[in-house]
């Protein structure tokens, strides 16, 4: 028996999430969304009425959402099992993609400035981000690290995070994620233990 199409809307969000991993802000128009979902032209101005800038801001929250997650169920097992559940998300991407696709809430905010989109989709990044961070102290946090150094911490994990995602994709090697994800997982099993 043949599944039944997601939601149109919700593929045109995923699709959209897709290509600002591949492509960027800049390089991805409305017609490339389409494309990309394989829906009528029509289609996307029926569920974004105010454009470009309203399905980038779901495609943004569409990411962060599946990160949380992420990080929601493998925070169970402690901030170290989290931190190696959001490395495996990210590291798995850029190899699958053969390095040509990143994090969609990076190409946002990197592209932001050259496409004049507006203010919506910079704030369902800084939104991403902040949410990513919570969840991540929250749990470090619970392994009595002080609030103050746990908040640091999480925003060293996703800061630096995003960065080897950038220097893998520029290189084209894996080498740099493996070597951060190695150190921030030292860093915080050490932050713990000493506690």
């Avoid at 097992?77 to 696709?101: E, H, T, Y």
């Avoid at 894996?174 to 000493?194: E, G």
Wanted: glycine fraction near 6%; hydrophobic fraction near 45%.
């Amino acid at each position: 028996m043949k599944k039944p199409d997601p939601d149109p809307r919700q593929r045109l969000v995923a699709a959209a999430a897709d290509l600002l991993r591949q492509r960027g802000l800049h390089a991805t128009s409305v017609r490339d969304l389409a494309k990309h979902a394989n829906a009528p032209l029509g289609s996307t101005y029926h569920y974004f009425p105010e454009g470009k800038p309203q399905w980038v801001s779901e495609a943004v929250q569409y990411t962060a959402n599946a990160v949380i997650r992420l990080l929601e169920r493998e925070l169970t097992g402690g901030p170290q099992q989290a931190m190696q559940g959001f490395f495996a998300i990210w590291r798995d991407a850029l190899i699958a993609s053969d390095f040509r696709a990143g994090c969609p809430v990076v190409a946002v905010v990197a592209d932001e400035a050259s496409t004049g989109i507006g203010s919506k989709p910079m704030a369902a990044a800084a939104q991403a981000f902040t949410d990513w961070e919570a969840l991540l102290e929250k749990s470090l946090t619970t392994r009595d690290v002080p609030a103050q150094q746990a908040q640091h911490l999480a925003t060293l994990i996703i800061a630096a995070v995003e960065g080897a995602i950038l220097i893998c994709r520029a290189k084209r090697d894996i080498t740099p994620f493996d070597q951060v994800a190695a150190q921030l997982t030292q860093l915080v099993t050490a932050t713990i233990a000493s506690r």
